[in-house]
Nanobody, 113 residues
Framework: QGPLVESGGGLVLAGGSLRLVCAASAIILRDKAVGWYRQAPGSQREAVAAIARGGTTNYLNSVKGRFTISRDTAKNTVYLQMNSLKPEDTAVYYC???????WGQGTRVTVSS
C-alpha cells in the first residue's frame, strides 16, 4: 500500500453525486499541494482538480462548477465532491501530492446514463 489511499468511488446514475476521499498515512497533506487525477479506459491520466497549500483551487474546465476539492487538516484527508455527474466522468480517480509520490490504487467511478 502506497502513502495515499483513495476511496469513495462507486456506480451512480447520471446527475448523481459522489465524494472521494484521499487519506495519507505517512504524509502530512496540509504541507503539500494535492491533486485529483483520473484515467478513463483507453485514455491518458488527466488532472481534474488541485488545491494549493494556501487553499487556492484549480479545476479542469469540464468539471468546473460540478466538482469541489477541499481538505480536512485534522483528518489529514483531501476530498473531491463530485456533483451532477456525467457518463464522461467515468474513470479511475487517483490523488497525489505535487510533486508526486507513488500512485495509489485509485477508486473507480462509473456513471451510467
Amino acid at each position: 500500500q502506497g502513502p495515499l489511499v483513495e476511496s469513495g468511488g462507486g456506480l451512480v446514475l447520471a446527475g448523481g453525486s459522489l465524494r472521494l476521499v484521499c487519506a495519507a498515512s505517512a504524509i502530512i497533506l496540509r504541507d503539500k499541494a494535492v491533486g485529483w487525477y483520473r484515467q478513463a479506459p483507453g485514455s491518458q491520466r488527466e488532472a481534474v482538480a488541485a488545491i494549493a497549500r494556501g487553499g487556492t483551487t484549480n479545476y479542469l474546465n469540464s468539471v468546473k462548477g460540478r466538482f469541489t476539492i477541499s481538505r480536512d487538516t485534522a483528518k489529514n484527508t483531501v476530498y473531491l465532491q463530485m456533483n451532477s455527474l456525467k457518463p464522461e466522468d467515468t474513470a479511475v480517480y487517483y490523488c497525489n501530492t505535487i510533486p508526486k509520490v507513488n500512485w495509489g490504487q485509485g477508486t473507480r467511478v462509473t456513471v451510467s446514463s
